[in-house]
């Protein structure tokens, strides 16, 4: 089979196609043939240095979509020609991910997709509709996804033109959620416009904190940031009482400098949401509610929801590591095989 590996961590240029065995699923196991696999920011961040465990040899890539072709003893619940989305693969304890032809996940890493749903879709599910509905469900208002567990809610969604924040816009609209995202261009208000979203604001055209006075003077309940240290003194000033920060997006050394007095008379709630640290029991609620969402037709990818599609071959992953580094607005996808 052919796969995209690396042996040691830098550029892009560390990628390389190489052939690999088939591998076979041990006990719990399931093998995937993997057609569609996306690109997410932590895939070049693992690659440049970032967490790769001891491994000699990497395979990038935490979110797939593709078929069922082989399980391991005592799997129930998933057959051979099952159509699937996969996530956290690379960081579920292996070196090979999805940039890979044929992928062997713990079962419980692996979910049906919902009929109708296309593999593009399945492939951008994982890090981003998940880490969105972390940050969703971080609040005091819901713990879980569902139509009506954010009704009479207000979110604030910081960069609602990112593959994140178009999720969380989907997720909340979807919740019964009033929605209002930051954006940056025209451009891009009109794909949080396309994902659902029910006013934009340009930060850079004038005070984020003066335009969420006049569109919801009560404040929001929640806020869903991928920059906090920018957008910290932002979000403290457009929160209710008792309201959420929940953050998801960092670097080595970022840091932000809290206006601690602001937040102890706000009652505020500052919520990290990193999916490799959340724990099992959250990820299996994200996963289900994500797919709940999808089957119901509220989560979707492409122009027409916001997120503008990027197909990358198999060979080409270090260009697709590339575009997503260097902020393609969308969502990148490896096309690892025919449907």
């Not at 065995?21 to 093998?31: F, M, N, S």
């Not at 419980?108 to 009929?115: I, K």
């Not at 954006?183 to 934009?200: P, Y």
Request: with cysteine; hydrophobic share 45%; glycine share 12%.
């Amino acid at each position: 089979m052919r796969a995209v590996v690396y042996s040691e961590t830098g550029p892009s240029s560390v990628l390389t196609l190489v052939d690999r065995p088939v591998p076979e699923p041990g006990p719990g196991e399931v093998r995937v043939r993997v057609v569609r696999a996306g690109v997410n920011p932590t895939d070049w961040k693992f690659r440049a240095g970032g967490m790769n465990g001891d491994f000699t040899e990497v395979s990038p890539g935490q979110d797939a979509a593709g078929v069922v072709d082989a399980v391991g003893e005592g799997v129930t619940g998933l057959e051979v020609g099952e159509r699937v989305w996969t996530y956290l693969a690379q960081a579920a304890g292996r070196a090979y991910g999805t940039a890979i032809e044929h992928t062997v996940q713990p079962a419980a890493h692996v979910v049906p997709l919902p009929v109708g749903a296309s593999f593009d879709l399945g492939a951008a599910l994982g890090v981003p509709a998940m880490t969105a509905h972390r940050a969703l469900t971080s609040g005091e208002d819901a713990d879980r996804i569902a139509p009506g567990s954010l009704s009479g809610t207000t979110v604030l969604v910081q960069g609602g033109a990112g593959a994140v924040g178009n999720a969380a816009i989907q997720l909340a609209r979807w919740a019964g959620a009033q929605v209002v995202a930051t954006v940056s261009s025209e451009e891009k208000a009109a794909l949080a416009i396309a994902a659902g979203a029910h006013q934009t604001v340009n930060y850079r055209a004038g005070s984020v904190p003066d335009a969420l006075a006049e569109i919801c003077p009560e404040g929001v309940d929640l806020v869903v940031d991928v920059a906090l240290g920018p957008n910290l003194a932002d979000d403290v000033a457009v929160l209710r009482n008792r309201g959420t920060i929940a953050f998801y997006g960092a670097n080595p050394g970022d840091e932000a400098h809290a206006p601690v007095r602001d937040l102890m008379i706000k009652n505020v709630r500052l919520q990290g949401a990193m999916l490799y640290f959340v724990g099992a029991d959250l990820l299996e609620a994200a996963a289900a509610d994500v797919n709940a969402a999808v089957d119901a037709g509220a989560l979707r990818v492409g122009p027409d929801a916001g997120v503008p599609l990027h197909h990358f071959a198999l060979e080409d992953a270090a260009a697709a590591h590339d575009a997503v580094e260097n902020g393609a607005v969308g969502k990148v996808l490896l096309d690892v095989s025919e449907a």
